[in-house]
């Protein structure tokens, strides 16, 4: 069964709007929590970190204040894209690495479909 | 840029041919790892492969991993319609990548009857 649920699935929102997408790991705590985003026929590309009980660390060129993440809990977080506009429009997915160290694999959820029009 | 980078991009075989994918990285690495993608869900880990380690099996699946010349392939033997999807190599690094994987460029599969 899956791991990891992401939701929506998909959103289709006007411009302006804030859009929460939510990732919560089923079977396990998940400390550590990793946000991408993919356009089409790409590859995934690291967005952020996110860490159980403290700030979430970005990757360089992300904006913070644009995509607020927040991980309250050993098995949720979220990513807010605040004001959204058409060029944020992508595929959002999230995953989980548990507390194991480096040689896990990562349990990725089934991604959030993000159109802004 | 991308860590990894894969080859080929695009990859047509007909059902019962094996696929080979091929993966190049530039830094030292912890482990490495493949996923696969179906079209427009999540990635479903495949197999990881360690920095000790120079092959690894599961089932169909066949990857090798040569550190020296900073290089994986993925072997499918056998394939399938179901095959169809695209695979990447995410390599996990041993230091200034955190706990972080970097993906690589991806090879799209398509396996026809």
């Known amino acids: 069964g899956a791991v990891v649920s992401q939701h929506p699935s998909w959103v289709i929102c006007k411009s302006g709007t804030s859009v929460k997408i939510e990732c919560r790991s089923l079977d396990f705590q998940a400390t550590t929590m990793f946000w991408y985003r993919q356009f089409p026929k790409q590859s995934l590309m690291l967005m952020a970190t996110s860490n159980e009980g403290s700030k979430a660390t970005y990757e360089q060129g992300v904006e913070k204040d644009k995509f607020l993440i927040n991980h309250a809990s050993l098995t949720l977080s979220t990513l807010t894209v605040t004001s959204a506009h058409p060029e944020d429009s992508s595929f959002y997915i999230c995953s989980v690495r548990g507390r194991w160290g480096w040689n896990q694999p990562q349990h990725f959820g089934d991604g959030t479909r993000l159109s802004i029009l | 840029s991308q860590q990894g980078e894969e080859d080929p991009q695009a990859l047509s075989i007909q059902e019962g041919e094996n696929a080979t994918m091929n993966c190049s990285y530039k830094?030292?690495?912890?482990?490495l790892q493949w996923y696969r993608q179906n079209s427009g869900r999540g990635l479903v880990h495949l197999i990881l492969i360690r920095s000790n380690e120079r092959e690894k099996h599961s089932g169909r699946l066949r990857v090798t991993l040569d550190t020296s010349k900073k290089s994986s392939s993925l072997l499918i033997t056998a394939s399938r319609a179901a095959d169809t999807a695209s695979y990447f190599c995410a390599t996990a690094l041993i230091t200034g990548g955190g706990n972080k994987l970097t993906f690589g460029t991806g090879t799209q599969l398509k396996v026809e009857l």
């Open positions: 830094t030292s690495i912890n482990n």
